[in-house]
């Protein structure tokens, strides 16, 4: 069982950046893809980045990608995701994932387990 534990969410102004964390419980968080999904206010939750086990591939959201960086240290079993200039759109709850796929890790029907989640707010 892998549990994840986010942080690093606030309130931050358009135009600048934030960083969020996730550590991760267990000995097997190097075998795992891990993703950053997010969710706003009446709406689903929805894909924003994802990284391969040993950081070697990313993909992202075209709504996030050139200002937001998903990077990983495994031996902290920690994730990261770098936000720069930001929106007030990209104010929503984020949530770390992740599973033992990399193509499974950026859906969320399929990913395996969940962060509680971080709430990030951009003031315009």
């Known amino acids: 069982q892998v549990q994840l534990v986010e942080s690093g969410g606030g309130l931050v102004q358009a135009g600048g950046s934030l960083i969020l964390s996730c550590v991760a419980s267990g000995p097997t968080f190097g075998s795992y893809a891990m993703a950053w999904f997010r969710q706003a206010p009446g709406k689903e939750r929805e894909f924003v980045a994802v990284i391969r086990w040993n950081g070697g591939i990313t993909s992202y959201a075209d709504s996030v990608k050139g200002r937001f960086t998903i990077s990983r240290d495994n031996a902290k079993n920690t994730v990261y995701l770098q936000m720069n200039r930001v929106k007030p759109e990209d104010t929503a709850v984020y949530y770390c994932?992740?599973?033992?796929?990399?193509?499974?890790?950026?859906?969320?029907?399929?990913?395996?387990?969940w962060g509680q989640g971080t709430q990030v707010t951009v003031s315009s």
């Open positions: 994932a992740g599973s033992t796929l990399y193509t499974r890790a950026k859906s969320v029907p399929t990913v395996d387990y």
